[in-house]
C-alpha cells in the first residue's frame, strides 16, 4: 500500500494536522502571545517533542525570533562552553560534530536581537569576544543565521562592531545598530565605514533602518554618522541621530521613504539646499520626527518644503528661546504640510536652564495655524512643566470646532498655572469632540467642588462615552464625590486620573492622589447606582400598572 493510500485511511482530524499550512498557523496562536515568554517556549518545546510532524513547525516558532546569541551557544556540547557571570566562554576549539549540532537551529532563526556589551540595563548573557573569533571561522560560507531577516545590534564598541558581518545575509530587511551608551567610546571611522559599506552591498533590501548614537555620559560619537544612509536607496524607515546637509538631500530623493526620525545640525541649512528642497521631496513621507537646537533651525529646513505626512513631531532643547520663536514655526507649518493629511502635531520643549525664567508662557493663539488641519485627531504640547499655556474658553472652544476628530488633546500635563478654562468650556470640548478619549487641560473644578449633589443630572443628561484619560495637573479638591458624580455622568468611561507632579505641585501629594483615586474609583461605581435607580423606578411603575390593570378588570366583571 502507498503513502497516499494510507493517508486516505486516517482519520479526518489526522489528515487535517498534516496540512503543514494549518500547522504552522495552529502553533503561531501558541506563539502570539509573546515569543520570548518562557511558558510559550515550553509549550512549543513539548510541541515539537511530541511527534515527527510537529517537531519542524514547533522548532521553526521557538529559534524564529532570538534573544540573544546565548540560546545557540548553550545548544552545543556542554563541553564547549562556560559560563562566567554574565559572560559565555569557550573552553575549547570548535569540531565538525559541534557545528552539525550548530546547524540543527541556526537555519530557523528570523530575528536575533543582540547585545555585544554588558550593561546594569538588561541582564541578557553575552558572548565573549573569543566566540566570535571562532565562529568566524565557520566551514561553510557565512553567514551564521542564513535566513535572517531582522537583526538588532546593541551596545556596540568598536572592537565587537566588525562582528555583525557574520550575520548580514540577503533577506535582511531591518537593521537596528545601537553604541555602547557607558564607558567605552565609539568611532565611525574608516574601518566602521568600510564595515557599512559591506553591509549594504550584502543586505541590498534593507527597508527598516535604525542607527542610535545616544550616550547617557558626556562622550560623544566621532565622527558623521549620517554618512552610511548613502549607502541605502530602497528606505522605507529611517531612525537615526544627527544628520549631516548632504544626508537630508539623499533622503528626501528616496521614493519609499515613509518615516523619518533624525536630529539637525546646530546650524541653518544653507540656501542651496533649500533650494533643492523645492523640487518634489520626500514623496511618501507619512512620519516625520525632527529633533534640533531651536525651531528656528527646523524652521528654515520646513520653509521650501511641501509635504503631506500624518504625523510630525518636533523636540527643542533650548527652552525658553524655543518658546518664544515657537509661534513663528507653528505658522510656517500650514505652508508645508497638505492639510488634509495631518494628524497628529508634537511639540516638544526641553528646557536646559529652569531658572532661566520660571514664569514662561505661551499664548493660546500660537496653535491658531493648526486650525487649518481639519483632521487632526491628536496634539500633544509638552514644555517640561516649566511653560504654561495662556488658555481661556474662547481658545478651547475654537480648537474644539476646529478639530471634529480630535482623539487626544495635551496642552499642560504637569503645569499648574492660573490660566484655566471653566468647566462648561470643558464639557463643550466633549460636545464638538465626540472622540476625544485622553485631555490635559486645566481645568477650575470649583464649581462643583461643593459639598451637596444636584438632584439632575448635568447637561440635561449629556454624555460623552470616548473619554477615558484625565489630566488633573495638581488641582485640590475637597469633595471627591460629588466631582465623581458629575464626571460619571459628563464622561463615564473614564478610568485613569493623573497628572499630579510633585516637584511642580508640592510633596504633599498623598492627600491629592487619594482625593482623586476615590473620583476614579467613584466614577466607575456611580452609574451601576444609577442603573439600580432607574430600575426601581420602571419595576414601581410596572408594578403600579399591572394592578391598575387588575383592579380595572375586577370592576369590569362587577
Known amino acids: 500500500m502507498n503513502t497516499e493510500n494510507t493517508v486516505s485511511y486516517l482519520p479526518a482530524a489526522t489528515r487535517c494536522m498534516m496540512i503543514p499550512e494549518l ?29 515527527k510532524l510537529f517537531s519542524g513547525p514547533a522548532l521553526d516558532l521557538v529559534w524564529r525570533n532570538l534573544r540573544g546569541f546565548e540560546p545557540l551557544i548553550r545548544c552545543l556540547p556542554r563541553s564547549l562552553w562556560k559560563q562566567e557571570n554574565r559572560k559565555l566562554e569557550f573552553q575549547r576549539a570548535m569540531t565538525l560534530d559541534d557545528w552539525s549540532v550548530f546547524c540543527k537551529y541556526n537555519y530557523r532563526v528570523r530575528s536575533l536581537v543582540h547585545q555585544c556589551h554588558q550593561s546594569y540595563m538588561s541582564d541578557m548573557v553575552i558572548c565573549d569576544t573569543e566566540i566570535w573569533r571562532a565562529l568566524s571561522c565557520s566551514p561553510f560560507p557565512l553567514p551564521l543565521l542564513p535566513n535572517l531577516t531582522a537583526l538588532t545590534w546593541t551596545e556596540a564598541t568598536n572592537e565587537t562592531f566588525q562582528y555583525i558581518l557574520l550575520f548580514v545575509t540577503p533577506q535582511l530587511t531591518k537593521l537596528d545598530i545601537s553604541v555602547v551608551r557607558f564607558g567605552i567610546s565609539f568611532t565611525l571611522g574608516p574601518s566602521e565605514q568600510s564595515i557599512f559599506s559591506s553591509i549594504a552591498k550584502s543586505c541590498p533590501s534593507v527597508s527598516h533602518l535604525s542607527l542610535s548614537y545616544e550616550r547617557y555620559d558626556s562622550q560623544s560619537i566621532v565622527g558623521d554618522t549620517s554618512i552610511v544612509l548613502h549607502f541605502w536607496s530602497h528606505l522605507t524607515s529611517v531612525r537615526i541621530g544627527t544628520v549631516s546637509e548632504a544626508a537630508i538631500l539623499h533622503l528626501s530623493s528616496l521614493p519609499s521613504l515613509r518615516v523619518l526620525e533624525c536630529g539637525l545640525p546646530s546650524t541653518s541649512i544653507s540656501t542651496d539646499a533649500q533650494k533643492l528642497l523645492q523640487r518634489p521631496v520626500f514623496c511618501a513621507l507619512e512620519e516625520l520626527a525632527v529633533t534640533c537646537k531651536s525651531p528656528v533651525i527646523l524652521g528654515a529646513f520646513l520653509e521650501k518644503l511641501t509635504i503631506t505626512p500624518k504625523i510630525l513631531s518636533f523636540t527643542f532643547a533650548r527652552g525658553v528661546d524655543s518658546v518664544r520663536v515657537l509661534p513663528d514655526l507653528i505658522s ?14 508634537q511639540l516638544c520643549i526641553l528646557d536646559e536652564d529652569r531658572s532661566a525664567d520660571p514664569n514662561v508662557s505661551i499664548g493660546a493663539a500660537a496653535f491658531q495655524p493648526l486650525f487649518a488641519f481639519r483632521n487632526l485627531r491628536v496634539l500633544d504640547f509638552t514644555a517640561d512643566g516649566y511653560c504654561t499655556v495662556r488658555m481661556d474658553d474662547a481658545s478651547l472652544l475654537q480648537m474644539a470646532k476646529a478639530w471634529p476628530h480630535l482623539e487626544e488633546l495635551y496642552i499642560s500635563r504637569s503645569s499648574h498655572s492660573n490660566y484655566r478654562v471653566t468647566l462648561h468650556a470643558f464639557v463643550l470640548l466633549l460636545w464638538h469632540c465626540p472622540r476625544l478619549r485622553s485631555v490635559a487641560v486645566l481645568i477650575d473644578w470649583s464649581t462643583i467642588d461643593v459639598h451637596a449633589i444636584p438632584p439632575d443630572l448635568p447637561y440635561q443628561g449629556f454624555s460623552q462615552k470616548a473619554l477615558t484619560n484625565l489630566f488633573i495637573n495638581g488641582w485640590r479638591i475637597e469633595n471627591p464625590t460629588s466631582i465623581a458624580a458629575f464626571l460619571s455622568a459628563i464622561a463615564p468611561n473614564v478610568q485613569f486620573i493623573n497628572g499630579w507632579d510633585s516637584d511642580i505641585h508640592g510633596y504633599d501629594s498623598d492627600t491629592i492622589d487619594n482625593s482623586w483615586t476615590v473620583v476614579q474609583n467613584l466614577i466607575a461605581t456611580l452609574p451601576m447606582v444609577r442603573e439600580q435607580g432607574r430600575r426601581m423606578v420602571l419595576n414601581r411603575l410596572m408594578r403600579g400598572s399591572y394592578n391598575h390593570r387588575a383592579a380595572a378588570q375586577r370592576g369590569g366583571r362587577h
Open 23 to 51: 500547522l504552522w498557523k495552529i502553533f503561531e496562536q501558541v506563539n502570539v502571545v509573546d515569543p520570548f515568554v518562557r511558558s510559550v517556549r515550553k509549550t512549543l518545546l513539548a510541541l515539537a517533542l511530541t511527534c
Open 332 to 345: 510656517r507649518l500650514p505652508n508645508a504640510c497638505a492639510h488634509s493629511s495631518l494628524q497628529k502635531v
